[in-house]
């Protein structure tokens, strides 16, 4: 009945993406679900398939086995450490891997909603040990990160950019305009550096380096109807940048595999949109001129940092 009555709606209001718009579009997968053999072979069999319509590789940024998320998973399913790894690797034939970090106040207690790191509830000394426990994991199985992150629950802050940029991460897919996909130091970040959807921007920390930041334009969709993604989309694009560069995300647990298909074959046939995959941005096609964001010094002072 809803399908029905929005078929109607947009046959009189279609959301048409306006011409003047140009988009680079990639794909971001927060993959946390890899011991699942039908969420794996789901996720393999996109990948191959998103190659052949797009010509590029998603992006699936990984958990690791050190989190205590994926160990319970794991341990549900039999999936030791090794066959997690077997399977990463092998999914990076068909995508590019990259590094999704989920963080607690207390990973013995992380099936306790107030224990996640999402914003405020912050520590500084916790995040840093579990920041460098996974990449120890991916350094163990031989996984590349190549130098590419995406933010668990969207949590993001200076002292998570100051690890990244340490540990040589180069792009970061943890800002968006989205009000579902930020927290409120990128929400704030972003607005207080006249940030615009799709608008690729650069932070630098000085003394440090710097990282650039490819936006998350929306999540991938659930519904067949492409305007139900055109109207999501429209409620975030800005007439003042009409070059819009970002990833579309998703779980690998919630993709909606043949809905998601349908979405990137209509994309391959309109004019206005092309690809972009890690390579692209490793390569530096299309880095230039990117904003520039300076966090200042004084934003790592305060008792309350050093916790
Ligand atoms: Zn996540």
């Not at 579902?180 to 920390?205: A, C, D, P, W």
């Amino acid at each position: 009945m809803k399908q029905t009555l929005k078929k109607i709606l947009y046959t009189v209001r279609p959301y048409s993406l306006p011409e003047v718009f140009n988009f680079k579009i990639g794909y971001n997968f927060h993959t946390e679900m890899v011991y699942d053999d039908a969420i794996y072979a789901k996720l393999l069999s996109f990948c191959g398939q998103y190659l052949q319509i797009t010509g590029k590789q998603a992006i699936c940024t990984l958990m690791t086995g050190n989190s205590p998320k994926v160990a319970a998973g794991m341990k549900a399913f039999k999936c030791p450490d090794q066959k997690l790894s077997d399977r990463y690797h092998e999914l990076s034939t068909v995508a590019t891997l990259g590094y999704h970090g989920h963080f607690y106040l207390n990973p013995l207690h992380w099936q306790r909603y107030e224990t996640e790191i999402r914003s405020n509830n912050f520590s500084k000394a916790n995040l840093k040990e579990q920041f460098d426990n996974d990449l120890g994991w991916l350094k163990n199985y031989g996984i590349n990160h190549n130098g590419l992150y995406a933010g668990g629950w969207w949590f993001m802050n200076q002292h998570l950019l100051a690890l990244l940029i340490d540990a040589g991460f180069k792009f970061d897919f943890s800002f968006s305009k989205s009000v579902y996909f930020r927290n409120q130091f990128s929400h704030q970040l972003m607005v207080r550096n006249y940030i615009k959807t799709g608008q690729n921007f650069e932070i630098q920390i000085p003394g440090k380096g710097k990282i650039v930041e490819i936006q998350n334009l929306i999540g991938a969709p659930s519904s067949p109807l492409f305007p139900d993604y055109t109207r999501n989309l429209l409620k975030i694009l800005d007439k003042e940048q009409t070059n819009v560069t970002g990833v579309i995300n998703s779980h690998d647990y919630d993709l909606n595999q043949a809905n998601t298909l349908k979405l990137f074959e209509r994309f391959s046939k309109m004019k206005q949109i092309s690809f972009f995959d890690a390579e692209d941005l490793l390569t530096n096609s299309f880095n230039a001129n990117n904003r520039v964001v300076q966090i200042p010094a004084t934003a790592f002072k305060g008792p309350a940092m050093n916790y």
